[in-house]
């Protein structure tokens, strides 16, 4: 019983589903709907498409164990065509002069990223809870019920990757801490506190 809750949890909660849920509810809370569409339309076409693309080739192939790629060592191809994606993305926030929020908002999920790289290199930080923390604290000025729902989720999503073997307690509380580090910095940048 606790394996499947575990995975659905842990599935519900992917990084990727949750950044396409934010980018969408984002976007169409701070701009117009056509300048939202456009820009929805090209941050999943310049990140996550060819993101999920990209793990689900590597997992069939056999060189990622899976789709999360959770073995650190495996991580490191994935990080370098991450950052490739990113650098197209922030050309294309600069170029379309999207607001400050997004802007910023898209630059330190980056950093994220960036400190979860580096992290790598002596501990495997949850990306899951990296992503979840942090979206949820960027939901804090957009919608407090679904930011409250965000962070009661974390708990709970620590325990299903720990659960299932994909991290250890002290890799998830260091996702955690970096996400909701990051979640405030976002806010004290876009003048939400």
């Excluded at 056509?34 to 996550?48: N, P, R, V």
């Excluded at 650190?72 to 994606?85: A, D, K, T, Y």
Aim: aromatic residues 12%; glycine residues 6%; charged residues 10%.
């Amino acid at each position: 019983m606790n394996r499947p809750l575990a995975l659905f949890l842990s599935r519900i909660a992917h990084p990727l589903v949750i950044l396409t849920f934010f980018v969408f509810y984002s976007n169409l809370r701070l701009q117009e709907l056509d300048a939202a569409l456009w820009t929805i339309t090209a941050m999943l076409a310049i990140t996550i498409v060819p993101l999920i693309v990209w793990n689900w080739l590597k997992w069939k192939q056999g060189v990622y164990s899976n789709f999360d790629v959770s073995v650190r060592e495996q991580r490191f191809s994935m990080f370098g065509f991450v950052f490739v994606l990113a650098a197209i993305l922030i050309a294309f926030l600069f170029l379309s002069n999207q607001p400050q929020e997004i802007l910023f908002g898209s630059l330190i999920l980056i950093q994220v990223i960036l400190i979860t790289f580096l992290l790598n290199f002596r501990l495997k930080s949850s990306l899951h809870l990296a992503v979840c923390t942090y979206i949820a604290m960027g939901m804090v000025p957009l919608n407090g019920p679904m930011a409250l729902g965000l962070m009661l989720l974390t708990p709970l999503l620590a325990w299903a990757r720990v659960s299932l073997g994909r991290h250890q307690w002290n890799e998830v509380i260091t996702g955690s801490m970096l996400g909701t580090g990051s979640g405030i910095q976002l806010l004290y940048l876009t003048d939400y506190l």
